[in-house]
């Protein structure tokens, strides 16, 4: 399929392509195994510019946009879900800095971002507050110079790991989601600890952990944007990041995909390649068409964003939900397809398809977008302009 | 701390045929890479420069299409390259590839350190970077598995010998040849791609080298290639199969039958 890729979209998609057989690829199956955080893959992926992909040219980046973004992350999920997601976790923690940053700002984190020396989360689930973000309960209370943070954040990808985070919490208690603003926090301030560290179905090797905040000061020169612009600066972030876990779905049943025609040509059963039923045909035939059905909607999403068009909150969660939704299905037939072999750890399709399940989950959950979806279908009342 | 890579382009394949007729190695079809030992010697030249810094330049004799490689090699972090290609330099044996990487690096005139793979995958022989340093009349180490030092105009490193290694010292500028333990070379970055992509590559033929006419390529090779081939594949050969156990009991078996034990 041509989706017109520029020549620097070409490279940084082959570059990164690279990256995932010769340096994810070996270790992929004992970093599941593990549970642990792929640092030297981090490492190699910072000294491949990659976190340079999404980031300005005036601070050390390579200015590129949401789709040289998913592009990489597509490529890397193809993979290794893991690796994927804890690079666009990064984009996830800097967005709102790259929206609503001062200058001063911008220049004191993003080019280390750019370099890959300190990795970025993005903070705003808590216990209480997960589809419901806006019960959110973590104070920042307004003190001489700063703000004093406490509360307990949950479920933070590169949780522990990262330097820099992006946490929402409310500056005003009275004024309900108008009461929330965003504040950077980096890593070691003091107040500032690690909780517990999950153990989870899929992507074992990023890292999901709680955030304990207790009474933790955060000078006033980090809070992002203005008091009270949490949550506009939670929508707009997840507007730009959606299609990321989109391309994170796309890569992730490609990579199924694969192997699954791989194994169906190889596999003999009755004295013939399994590729040859066609019951066998037409489920690869399906998944190939909702594979690329899917990449093509996350791209021309990828697109709209980059356009700098005003209003992709549909777009945006229509390619998160077709493309995990999708790749939910496609990774389960896969395994299908492998048959016993498939169920085993032998094989990369059982990691595949946990791995799969997590897209359907985050930034929002399939639900709550397509509620996001519906309103915005009423609103245009159906039309496309 | 300027320092001189020599990268030679090799088919990427150790299946490579020979033309019975003319006894050189067929090109045609083969993909071609960077010499694996070379890019140990490009890696390590580049965490010197990283380290003391300085500048890296990449050289390579051969055909125009190892402009390709040299550009690979700039992605990966060489400052500069050069290639040295002539129809003159065709069918050079060691020796005279070695005088003609050795005229280029004294037209380059500045450098502290020359970089060698320990050897080719075609060629092999692991001549080039002993005669490039008798040529120059420099100071020679191979096999170097760790560069420990570079201080006032000396260095320290570890080479590899059968019985573990040995450290050296030796003054710059020097030769060294490096093998695959000294590193883990990196990948190209992006912003090395596009640097490399529009980078200025020089091709320096003979006129440009100065060089002796009869001391490049064919004219100025000591070996005569008679014949080349592959010793013949033997017919009766059995392949044990089976648990390690039961494949050296049945080994042990077969060599007692044989009376070979
Ligand atoms: C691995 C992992 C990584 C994560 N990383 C981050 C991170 O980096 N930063 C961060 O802030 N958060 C992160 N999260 C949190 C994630 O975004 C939330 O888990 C998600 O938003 C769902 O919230 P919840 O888990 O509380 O589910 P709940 O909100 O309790 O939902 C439970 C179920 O109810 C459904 N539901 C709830 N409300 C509605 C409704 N109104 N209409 C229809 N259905 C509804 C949901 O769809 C779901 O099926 C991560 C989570 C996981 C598992
Ligand atoms: C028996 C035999 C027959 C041959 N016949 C022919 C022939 O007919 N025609 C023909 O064209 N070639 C022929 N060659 C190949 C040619 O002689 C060698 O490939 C060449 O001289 C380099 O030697 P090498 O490959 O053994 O390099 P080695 O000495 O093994 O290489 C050591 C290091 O020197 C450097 N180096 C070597 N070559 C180059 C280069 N060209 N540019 C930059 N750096 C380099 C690299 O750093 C390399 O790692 C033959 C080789 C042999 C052994």
Redesign the interface.
């Known amino acids: 399929m041509e989706y017109f890729l520029s020549e620097?979209q070409k490279?940084?998609r082959s570059?990164a392509r690279?990256?995932a057989e010769?340096?994810i690829l070996p270790v992929r199956a004992e970093l599941d195994e593990k549970e642990e955080f792929p640092w030297a893959i981090i490492r190699?992926l910072a000294?491949?510019?990659?976190f340079?992909?999404f980031i300005p040219e005036e601070y050390d980046g390579?200015g590129g946009g949401c789709l040289d973004l998913c592009l990489v992350v597509e490529e890397l999920s193809r993979v290794c879900s893991s690796v994927a997601i804890s690079y666009a976790a990064v984009d996830l923690g800097i967005i709102p800095l790259l929206e609503y940053g001062t200058e001063e700002q911008k220049r004191k984190y993003l080019p280390d971002v750019a370099a890959g020396k300190r990795l970025a989360a993005f903070a705003i689930t808590e216990p209480m507050a997960g589809s419901d973000a806006s019960a959110i309960r973590t104070t920042a209370e307004r003190v001489k110079g700063g703000y004093l943070l406490n509360g307990t954040k949950q479920f933070i990808t590169n949780g522990g790991e990262a330097e820099l985070y992006t946490v929402i919490a409310l500056t005003d208690k009275t004024r309900g989601a108008r009461g929330a603003s965003a504040l950077l926090v980096e890593k070691d301030t003091p107040g500032f600890s690690f909780g517990k560290k999950e153990r989870k179905l899929g992507i074992r090797a990023s890292s999901t952990r709680e955030l304990i905040f207790q009474n933790c000061f955060v000078p006033e020169e980090n809070i992002i944007g203005r008091e009270g612009m949490g949550f506009i600066v939670t929508m707009r972030l997840f507007d730009k990041s959606r299609p990321g876990i989109g391309a994170q779905a796309v890569g992730l049943a490609q990579g199924a995909l694969e192997a699954a025609t791989d194994y169906a040509r190889e596999r003999v059963q009755f004295g013939h390649p399994i590729f040859s039923l066609q019951a066998v045909q037409h489920m690869l035939a399906d998944m190939v068409i909702q594979v690329e059905a899917a990449r093509a909607l996350v791209y021309a999403t990828a697109r709209t964003v980059d356009s700098g068009a005003k209003d992709v909150s549909g777009e945006s969660a229509m390619a998160k939900v077709f493309a995990s939704d999708m790749a939910m299905k496609v990774t389960t037939d896969a395994v299908q397809i492998l048959g016993g072999a498939g169920y085993m750890r032998d094989y990369p399709v059982e990691k595949m398809m946990r791995d799969a399940k997590i897209t359907q989950i985050y930034e929002g959950t399939n639900q709550i977008l397509r509620n996001v979806i519906a309103i915005e279908l009423r609103k245009r009342k159906g039309r496309r302009d | 701390m300027d320092i001189i890579v020599c990268l030679k382009q090799v088919p990427g394949t150790t299946q490579v045929k020979i033309d019975p007729q003319t006894n050189t190695l067929v090109r045609q079809g083969i993909k071609n890479i960077t010499n694996p030992f070379d890019t140990y010697a490009l890696e390590a030249a580049i965490r010197l420069k990283e380290q003391y810094g300085g500048k890296v330049t990449a050289i390579s004799m051969g055909p125009p299409q190892a402009d390709e490689m040299l550009r690979e090699a700039i992605s990966l972090g060489a400052d500069e390259a050069i290639l040295l290609s002539d129809r003159a330099f065709a069918g050079a044996d060691t020796l005279a590839t070695s005088y003609t990487l050795a005229r280029a690096i004294t037209k380059i005139e500045k450098y502290d350190l020359i970089i060698c793979g320990r050897q080719t995958i075609d060629g092999d022989t692991g001549q080039v970077g002993p005669e490039l340093a008798e040529m120059l009349s420099l100071p020679f180490v191979a096999y170097v598995s760790k560069i420990e030092e570079i201080n006032n105009g000396q260095m320290r490193v570890q080479r590899m010998i059968e019985e573990g290694y040995e450290v050296i010292e030796a003054p710059l500028p020097a030769v060294i040849s490096v093998v695959k333990e000294i590193n883990v070379p990196?990948?190209?970055?992006?912003?090395?791609?596009?640097r490399a992509k529009s980078a200025v590559i020089p091709a320096w033929g003979a006129k440009e080298l100065d060089a002796d006419q009869d001391r490049v390529g064919l004219a100025g090779s000591a070996t005569r290639v008679i014949k080349i081939f592959f010793p013949q594949r033997g017919k009766r050969a059995e392949i044990l199969q089976g648990s390690p156990q039961s494949q050296v009991a049945s080994l042990v078996t077969k060599l007692r039958e044989n009376g070979l034990i």
């Open positions: 620097q490279t940084i570059l690279k990256i010769e340096r190699d000294a491949s510019d990659m340079r992909v390579l | 990196r990948l190209p970055s992006l912003r090395g791609i596009t």
